[in-house]
T-cell receptor, first 112, second 115 residues
């Protein structure tokens, strides 16, 4: 059973609009939670990494939040651009063996 | 961030042949490298963990004799798909870390198509 669940599976937004992606996880105990952007046919690129004590972290127009009590995280994209079209993957690191558990990703399509 | 280079980016091979994929950390030494497989619209699945100078640790269900991993130096790991079959067609991605729980840097991936 996948320990990292992401929603929605996909979404389409208009250029300039904002959107929020969700990540729920059951990994416990966890060391950190990461968000990656993966363009089609490419490897993932790191956006943010947060430990359990961090509530929010920003990287340009990307802002991630973390609620370690409810085991939920979100990634907010502000003023979306066409180049934001990609798959966004939530990844949780296990603190016992530091293995990474990957969500299936949310495919974001930004249209002009 | 650090750079991990994966080569080739895509390869087409005939069924029954072997294919080697290289993963290099260009500007840092990676004590541990990871090999993943990704099917369309699915998450990355860890195949094996490669530690420099020692045998790779394979995940359950991954055939170690089919997916040969070598990590001969701190900057290079290779994955060889032996006697490839069409069902081995997939997107293979490597990842490297400097330390145990540090940032993971991913290669650009290799699209393998077996015909």
């Amino acid at each position: 059973k996948n320990q990292v669940e992401q929603s929605p599976q996909s979404l389409i937004i208009l250029e300039g609009k904002n959107c929020t992606l969700q990540c729920n996880y059951t990994v416990s105990p966890f060391s950190n939670l990461r968000w990656y952007k993966q363009d089609t046919g490419r490897g993932p690129v790191s956006l943010t990494i947060m430990t359990f004590s961090e509530n929010t972290k920003s990287n340009g127009r990307y802002t991630a939040t973390l609620d370690a009590d409810t085991k939920q995280s979100s990634l907010h994209i502000t003023a979306s651009q066409l180049s934001d079209s990609a798959s966004y993957i939530c990844v949780v690191s296990h603190s016992n063996d530091y293995k990474l558990s990957f969500g299936a990703g949310t495919t974001v399509t930004v249209r002009a | 961030g650090a750079v991990v280079s994966q080569h080739p980016s895509w390869v087409i091979c005939k069924s029954g042949t072997s294919v080697k994929i290289e993963c290099r950390s260009l500007d840092f030494q990676a004590t541990t490298m990871f090999w993943y497989r990704q099917f369309p619209k699915q998450s990355l699945m860890l195949m094996a963990t490669s530690n420099e100078g020692s045998k790779a640790t394979y995940e359950q269900g991954v055939e170690k004799d089919k997916f040969l991993i070598n990590h001969a130096s701190l900057t290079l790991s290779t994955l060889t798909v032996t006697s490839a079959h069409p069902e081995d067609s997939s997107f293979y991605i490597c990842s490297a870390r400097v330390g145990v729980d540090t940032e993971a840097f991913f290669g650009q991936g290799t699209r393998l198509t077996v015909v």
